[in-house]
């Protein structure tokens, strides 16, 4: 008899109030509005300009006031590419942050590393500038799980969130990306379990056989 079952986090995806799962709502929503929205304005599965100046992060317009920008840019992506992308690794680390971090810091972490990145590339690139993308959120998912792998394991878990975090990378470089937010979100994100000292118990499941 399992006095405690383990159930992995897919298992778990429907049955608890996850972050990574309301974020990833939050993104299939935006992507699949915007999309259906710049089909009808003949743009096909590539976001319409005019909705990314709206949602997205244009400079100009935060500067004249639009500042919800900045948070809105975190969950909106530009193409299919991007959007599964992102999806992708948001799961493989939204999935290892979950395990350790109380909802409420696991929250703090992606958006705080977004936004800081986000507010650099508005003092830095030119006003016309329109970026967007939750890239920068989960770059600080990746920084936070690379100093949990550090503290925990050492070696093993290291080397795998840094193999997967130079994928992540590569799967994301190009003309036009915003390497300031990606930059800024993992070092942020590698910075803040030194001060969220108050972490999620770690459950020990017992079989007990009768």
């Not at 299939?28 to 909705?51: F, N, P, Q």
């Not at 244009?58 to 639009?66: A, F, T």
């Not at 100093?147 to 795998?160: D, G, V």
């Given at each position: 008899m399992t006095e405690t079952e383990s159930i992995s986090p897919l298992e778990n995806f429907?049955?608890?109030?996850?972050?990574?799962?309301?974020?990833?709502?939050?993104?299939?929503?935006?992507?699949?509005?915007?999309?259906?929205?710049?089909?009808?304005?003949?743009?096909?599965?590539?976001?319409?300009?005019?909705?990314?100046a709206i949602v997205g992060q244009?400079?100009?317009?935060?500067?004249?006031?639009?500042v919800y920008q900045?948070?809105?840019?975190i969950f909106v992506h530009v193409n299919i590419l991007h959007f599964l992308s992102n999806s992708l690794f948001l799961l493989i680390y939204g999935f290892r942050a979950e395990e350790r971090f109380l909802n409420w810091q696991y929250i703090?972490?992606?958006i705080v590393s977004a936004l800081i990145g986000n507010l650099l590339s508005l003092a830095l690139f030119n006003p016309e500038t329109i970026s967007c993308g939750a890239s920068g959120g989960i770059f600080g998912l990746l920084?936070?799980?690379?100093?949990?792998?550090?503290?925990?394991?050492?070696?093993?878990?290291?080397?795998?969130?840094?193999?997967?975090?130079?994928?992540?990378?590569?799967l994301s470089a190009g003309v036009n990306v915003n390497f300031i937010a990606h930059g800024v979100g993992l070092i942020v994100g590698f910075i803040l379990p030194f001060i969220l000292k108050k972490r999620k118990a770690i459950e020990i499941h017992i079989d007990v056989e009768t």
């Open positions: 429907w049955k608890a109030n996850l972050p990574t799962r309301n974020l990833l709502i939050i993104i299939v929503l935006a992507y699949v509005i915007l999309t259906i929205l710049s089909i009808i304005e003949g743009e096909g599965l590539r976001i319409s300009g005019k909705y990314l244009y400079n100009q317009k935060v500067l004249e006031g639009h900045l948070l809105t840019a703090l972490i992606f920084g936070a799980d690379l100093k949990l792998a550090y503290e925990e394991e050492k070696r093993k878990s290291l080397w795998i969130f840094l193999g997967t975090g130079v994928i992540f990378f590569s």
